[in-house]
């Protein structure tokens, strides 16, 4: 449902910041993506929503109608169709504090309704049942009228993953999803994610190679922008150093 085929990215100077990255993803599968910072993680995220232009390469997208968008070379309402395909989990959240937590999730699906609609009288109420639905799923229903400012910030998160979950996807994008959290926030993450990856594929990126073990179905290493590892979860050292380039790399 996702090809990622030689996606090459070159900076000023002519660095590579990415350099040939390919892999596929299919349902049912888990991603966590590895690497130190600068390897080109994030940036693989950023190509395959169209976000970051690329020199070359492909990034191939099935929708549920089974049409295929070539994401990084679309453009206008192709791209925005693929788009609204996409669940993201940014990193920095990307909340409107000001409103309450029920209507950031219900921001989810702008993308599905027209603007005269969206300034006319905005989502329906079977609209706004499914964004509680989706808080339920993260444990979050009883906050749907707390105002998003007042949330800590793993509460935060979870109301990104209810936003994601609500825009009903058929990929769901994480971008560092536990980097601002605390070992027992970030477990309570990954658990959110790991039982959506079985109807919906989960790509995250992550720097905790303990917490992909126990919660992903397979790992991506990239390291300077090459795919140096693709395989199981259950990374050897000599993984560890083909992906970091040390001999030792922290687990939690």
């Known amino acids: 449902m996702l090809d990622v085929h030689a996606l090459v990215k070159t900076v000023a100077g002519g660095r590579r910041v990415l350099d040939g990255v390919t892999f596929s993803v299919k349902p049912g599968e888990f991603i966590g993506i590895l690497g130190s910072s600068g ?7 950023r190509a395959i929503t169209g976000l970051t232009e690329i020199d070359s390469g492909e990034v191939r997208f099935t929708g549920a109608d089974q049409s295929i968008c070539r994401v990084a070379h679309a453009k206008g309402a192709e791209l925005r169709a693929a ?31 027209s603007p005269l609609r969206s300034w ?21 229903a009883s906050f749907a009228d707390r ?11 979870r109301v990104a993953i209810a936003r994601a979950i609500f ?15 605390d070992p ?3 477990e309570g993450i990954l658990k959110l994610l790991q039982p959506l990856a079985k109807d919906t594929p989960v790509i995250g990126t992550f720097h905790q190679p303990d917490f992909t073990r126990r919660f992903c ?7 300077a922008g090459r795919v140096v590892y693709d395989g199981s979860p259950q990374l050897s050292h000599h993984d560890l150093n083909e992906i970091y380039g040390i001999r030792e790399v922290q687990t939690a």
């Open 147 to 157: 105002l998003t400012a007042t949330l800590s910030g793993g509460e935060m998160q």
């Open 120 to 140: 006319l009288y905005g989502f329906t109420d079977a609209e706004a049942r499914a964004a509680v639905g989706a808080l339920e799923q993260v444990e979050l």
């Open 83 to 113: 788009r609204r395909q996409i669940g993201v989990i940014f990193q920095g959240l990307h909340l409107v504090k000001r409103l309450s937590v029920l209507e950031n999730v219900m921001i989810g699906r702008l993308g599905y309704i």
């Open 217 to 223: 179905t397979r790992v991506i290493g990239i390291r």
């Open 39 to 45: 390897a080109g993680k994030s940036l693989t995220l």
């Open 184 to 186: 027992r926030n970030a």
């Open 167 to 181: 825009q009903q996807p058929r990929l769901y994008l994480a971008d560092e999803p536990i980097a601002s959290l």
